[in-house]
């Protein structure tokens, strides 16, 4: 029996998305969460190259550094063990949840994008620390994300297994509450963090409610 200790997920899930338009802006952002006590971050680059990806990701480490925020990154496990990260989030086309133990070692955290039951169900037996689910509303953040059914849909995943759930999709401040409730453990935020007044003071608002 897998006896890897609680994860301890934050209510908020902050994701910081590189783009190349937007470089400075990412890596801005990215400090400020973590000075505001942010402890988990997942850094994502779909657009730029792998030297990029690599780059940007390191930086990110050195600021989490002795602050207590785990960085994870999306997708690729060369990159996270490069950059010495706390660990990787998977797709479902990404290597094996065992192949990346393999490669970053038994202690990382390994979690893994689900959009349905039986992917989540699978995770779970396959040793994922947490399943992701989405999308639970329409986002622009992903252009391949398929609208799925709100709420509802996340107490079905909430039904089929006992991992930490952290739905993303379309969540912002005024939606977070109704995905909580139907028993995620935690939202995912990307453009509601990006497009924030005041993103620290968002960090903090539910660090509180952790």
């Not at 657009?47 to 990029?52: I, L, P, R």
């Not at 979690?111 to 396959?126: M, W």
């Amino acid at each position: 029996m897998d006896r890897r200790p609680p994860l301890g997920l934050a209510r908020l899930y902050p994701i910081v998305d590189l783009r190349p338009d937007r470089a400075t802006r990412a890596l801005e952002l990215a400090s400020v969460l973590v000075e505001a006590g942010a402890p988990w971050i997942q850094v994502r680059a779909k657009a730029v190259g792998d030297a990029t990806f690599l780059d940007f990701a390191r930086r990110i480490v050195r600021i989490a550094q002795g602050t207590g925020s785990r960085v994870l990154v999306n997708d690729r496990c060369d990159v996270a063990l490069l950059c010495g990260a706390s660990g990787v989030h998977l797709g479902q086309d990404d290597l094996p949840i065992a192949e990346a133990r393999r490669i970053l070692g038994a202690d990382a955290i390994v979690g893994i994008s689900t959009h349905d039951e039986a992917e989540a169900r699978r995770a779970e037996r396959e040793g994922a620390d947490y399943v992701g689910f989405g999308a639970v509303y329409p986002t622009a953040s992903k252009a391949d994300a398929t609208v799925r059914r709100g709420p509802a849909a996340v107490t079905a995943i909430r039904a089929a297994v006992a991992l930490p759930i952290v739905a993303i999709g379309g969540i912002d401040v005024d939606r977070a509450d109704e995905v909580l409730a139907a028993g995620a453990n935690a939202v995912a935020m990307i453009g509601a963090l990006e497009t924030a007044a005041d993103p620290a003071a968002l960090v903090r608002r539910w660090a509180a409610r952790a």
